[in-house]
């Protein structure tokens, strides 16, 4: 355990920086465009409003609020301040509703739905493509553009495939929502049954639309792997095969991780939008009615916490490879 | 470089994702010529027409007709007359006064027609129905009623007079010639929520879109050579300065930044250049990231040291001597920012956030207007599932190519 402190501490540097800068550049960017955003607030919300001491008021009243009236690195501060405390302000859309109470009641459907989705996508197409590779013959011709095929369909376009056949012509899902109408969130039997029932079509079209991918480059990976000098080597020793190719899988996965790491961010975001399809009450849903009703706050408010959580797992993904990835231990204990 | 293409052109990955991709493009161009016009124009008032060919009742009329014998014309009628509700509130008051319709199916509209014919009497009014279910029974026996008449009447209204004269008899066997109706429309995929052609918006928007693509994988291609080939070239402090910037941006998702950067452009100002152009701001890392790992494997090469003892400038050997061995890398790189730039769009304006258009459309926003007219929850498939089928079609073929294109350059991958 001694020897992983230079690894995680130099790691934990390094997801500090990415953060400074990612919450920088979720202050910064929607300041550094001409337009000033609570000139644009004010301008819908007192649409018709003549009277113009109203409208000063109003704009007032905002740049109070943002603090737009101060000088940047104070606002700066002010945000950095009130996001720590996890204020983010309250909701134009959905008055009188905190950002953050809005959020945090978002944020754990779409963690449980796309996590476990993410996951379970990530070891059936590793698995998949393993075999393949090990199989080679018939899977090229046919399985192989077919899986080209799946994985390119798009997030959204799985989701309202699946939920026009298996909700709408079929009927033996839900259409919409977490949980049915009738319920209200708590801990019984038929409202964890009707989570359960809604959860199906949008973790199943994650996890069909993460298969494709992995499976591919888990495929390369591991035809690399078994051409490599270490297992003609081996084959000559004569030790099974079985054995072999638990060597490959573990060699080729190292990279499949970190290939999920880097692409963690791009899955999320296509998934998010998966949830629009289905109106599951996660941070997609919230982020599209935002993005509809002109709600700042929660917009800001919504990218700053996806891009937390995208950053916290790709911290764990790195923790994890230091854990599996033996050249990483062999370079902590040598030194 | 022709070698390159012949040794391509044995990948059946590559010929087959390059063919399915040169078929669209060739669609995108002879579309428009055979049906010419503006994709965004409202040919019809109503929402979502049903896929098919539609002809002119008005002038259907004054088409010369023929006289067609067809055995199941009249039964195909009735069937399409009685709806299934219809046959089932039948044998519901048949049951209720007492006749016997077990042994009667629901797709026998003969009997069931039959049978109602015979028991149903408009002056009687059984007891143990409700005033509502009667008048209902009433209704529906006045529609019936209808059903059997040889021929119907068309009448003319005189506007000033509001006099009727009888224009035209038409018989249960007339049948016009389609070709000879003067009016017709083919909807292969019919229209969309505003009425619009959807096949003819689907070719225009599939152009805008690969367009889309096209520039933001430029812009992506340039920005991560650029850095790539500093960073890997140069190494040392510029080396770290871009890795560091590189590597926050690979963990920063590229979609968040997308949402805070076309949601603060504003909705007046986002057009599809302006979205293109994002889009490639905002997806470089990839390229940059291989190209760099590209350039430092061939920094120290002879023929990269020869050149830099013949004091060539840095440009020159960059040029010549580094970006000929990673151009099919490049190339590659390129085609997957197309692809996924294409995509960003889409899942942007799913969001709300595609490009402002009164215009030209993008599959992204006919895929939004769809959902937002809620075309899937309707059954209305022909307005989004060719849109979806296209993105997947674009993707799939560029996919193929690069996998093709991989197997090629990259020998142990190859079969």
Known sequence: ?335 | MKNTLKQLMHSSKFVLGAGIFVLILLTMLIYPLINPGNPLEMIGVGTFAKPGTYFSLYDAMDTKTETLKIADAEENRLTSIISMEDRVSMIEFLDKIGVDVSGVTMDDVDTILALWKANFDESAKPKGITNAKWRNYKTLNNRLSRIGKEERIVYDLDPETGEESKLKMIDGTDYVNIKEVVNTKTLPLGTDNFGRDVLKELVSACGTSILIGLVAGVVATFIGLLFGLLAGYLGGIADDIIMFVTNVFTVIPSFVLLILISYSIGQEQRGATVVAIVIGLTSWTWTARSVRSQVISLRNRDHVNLSKLSGHSLVRIVLTDILPYIASYVVMAFILQVSSGILSEAQLSLLGLGPKTTTTPTLGLMMNWAMLYAAHTNGYWWAYFPVILTITLISFSLNLMNTGMDQVFNPTLRD
């Not at chain 1, 790691?11 to 910064?28: D, E, Q, R």
């Not at chain 1, 809005?102 to 796309?114: G, K």
């Not at chain 1, 996951?119 to 590793?126: E, F, S, Y």
Request: one cysteine or more.
């Open chain 1, 1 to 335: 355990m001694q020897g992983y402190k230079k690894y995680f501490t130099k790691k934990l540097v390094w997801f500090l920086i990415t953060f400074i800068v990612a919450v920088t550049l979720n202050f910064i960017l929607p300041r550094l465009m001409p337009a000033d955003p609570v000139s644009a607030i004010t301008g819908k919300l007192a649409a018709g409003n003549a009277d113009a001491k109203a409208v000063q008021k109003i704009y007032d009243r905002y740049a109070e609020e943002f603090g737009t009236n101060k000088p940047m690195w104070q606002q700066y501060l002010l945000f950095i301040k009130n996001m720590f405390k996890g204020d983010f302000g309250t909701s134009f859309s959905q008055y009188p509703r905190s950002v953050s109470d809005i959020i945090s009641s978002a944020i754990w459907w779409t963690i449980c739905l796309q996590l476990p989705a993410i996951l379970v996508g990530w070891i059936l197409g590793n698995v998949l493509g393993a075999l393949a590779a090990y199989l080679r013959k018939g899977w090229d011709k046919v399985l192989l553009p077919i899986t080209i095929f799946l994985s390119n369909v798009p997030a959204f376009g799985m989701a309202v495939t699946m939920l026009v056949l298996f909700a709408i012509k079929l009927k033996i899902a839900p259409v919409a929502g977490g949980y049915a109408f009738d319920q209200i969130p708590n801990f019984s039997w038929p409202f964890i049954k009707s989570v359960i029932t809604h959860y199906q079509l949008p973790f199943w079209s994650i996890v069909i639309i993460s298969i494709g991918g992995q499976a591919i480059g888990m495929r390369s990976m591991s035809i690399y792997e078994l051409n490599a000098d270490y297992v003609k080597y081996a084959r000559f020793l004569g030790v099974k095969d079985r054995k072999i190719v638990g060597y490959v899988f573990r060699n080729a996965m190292l990279p499949q991780i970190t290939g999920l790491a880097l692409s963690i961010g791009t899955m999320i975001g296509g998934a998010l939008v998966a949830e629009i399809i289905f109106s599951y009450p996660g941070l997609g849903s919230t982020m599209y009615a935002a993005v509809t009703a002109a709600d700042y706050p929660l917009i800001s408010a919504t990218t700053l916490i996806i891009t937390i959580m995208v950053l916290v797992v790709t911290l764990l993904l790195d923790i994890i490879y230091g854990f599996i990835d033996p050249r990483v231990k062999a370079a902590q204990f040598d030194s």
